[in-house]
């Protein structure tokens, strides 16, 4: 090709890295959302679900299962306070108008279970999110992750694009580091400048298309000081 663009989005949700996290029972926010919207079977949730963060992807998570299951009690658990969640005001308040419950200052500590989720361990965090040394066990039956995305490292290093730490570096032409690599959406977002939103990547596919047509048309060959 003479030109690419990279709108490869980003990746799973991340690990918990705790003890437990494989017992069936445990959910990838992003797997559950979307087999849930597609309509395709999430199995039983069971009487009790915990979503873990508090960013949009977890209200979608804990606002589908209310839905699947609203006889089920489902709470979200996030380290920080509600001050502190990435989820917008109003996407709080409607899970709230929702009957989901909050549980802030919560910390995943383990899940436990025989054969599947049975309850998990929570770790008391204070203002600065760390543990403070209390722990407090809930039985719980589903466990969804909602903790962030991964990048997509792999596709991002294979193309030779210089990024921090998986946010792919780009000019205002949306022009990588490498001649003729282009990048728009969620692989250029970074926390605290713009929104990962269908708007904004939409937009960057705009301005990524025209950049592109100038650097075929030569009117630019360069690739980004970065
Ligand atoms: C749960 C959730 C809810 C959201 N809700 C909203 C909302 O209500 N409103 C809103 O505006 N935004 C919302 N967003 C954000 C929005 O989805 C993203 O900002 C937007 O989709 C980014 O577009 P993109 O094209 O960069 O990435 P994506 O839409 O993620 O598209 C990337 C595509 O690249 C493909 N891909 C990845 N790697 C490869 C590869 N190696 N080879 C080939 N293809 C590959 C992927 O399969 C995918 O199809 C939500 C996001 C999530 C996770």
Redesign the pocket.
């Known amino acids: 090709f003479d030109a690419v663009v990279l ?4 990746g799973a949700v991340p690990k918990l890295g705790i003890e437990g996290e494989d017992l069936p029972g445990v959910w990838d ?2 797997d559950f ?1 979307e087999r849930a919207k597609l309509g395709r079977d999430v199995g039983v949730l069971g009487s009790r679900v915990a979503v873990i963060g508090a960013g ?2 977890a209200i ?1 998570a804990l606002t589908c299962s209310k839905r699947l299951s609203p006889g089920s009690r489902v709470t979200c658990y996030y380290r920080r306070g509600a001050a502190q969640m990435t989820a917008y005001a109003f996407e709080y308040a409607f899970a709230k108008q929702e009957g989901i419950e909050f549980r802030f200052f919560a910390a995943p500590a383990r899940i436990l279970g025989n054969g599947r989720v049975e309850a998990m361990e929570f770790a008391q965090t204070g203002a600065d999110a760390k543990p403070t040394g209390e722990t407090f066990v809930e039985p719980v039956d589903t466990v969804i992750r909602a903790i962030g ?1 991964n990048r ?1 490292l792999a ?1 991002i290093e294979a193309l030779g694009v210089a990024h921090d730490g998986g946010v792919v570096r780009v000019d205002e032409s949306l022009a990588t580091s490498v001649p003729g690599v282009f990048a ?4 250029i977002f970074e926390k605290g400048a713009g929104e ?6 939409a937009e960057q596919g705009k301005v990524a298309a025209r950049s592109v047509d100038r650097y075929l048309l030569g009117t630019t060959s360069k690739a980004a000081s970065l």
């Open positions: 709108a490869c989005g980003m926010a992003l959302i949009n992807t979608d995305q997509l596709e728009a959406g969620d692989c990962a939103m269908v708007v904004e990547a």
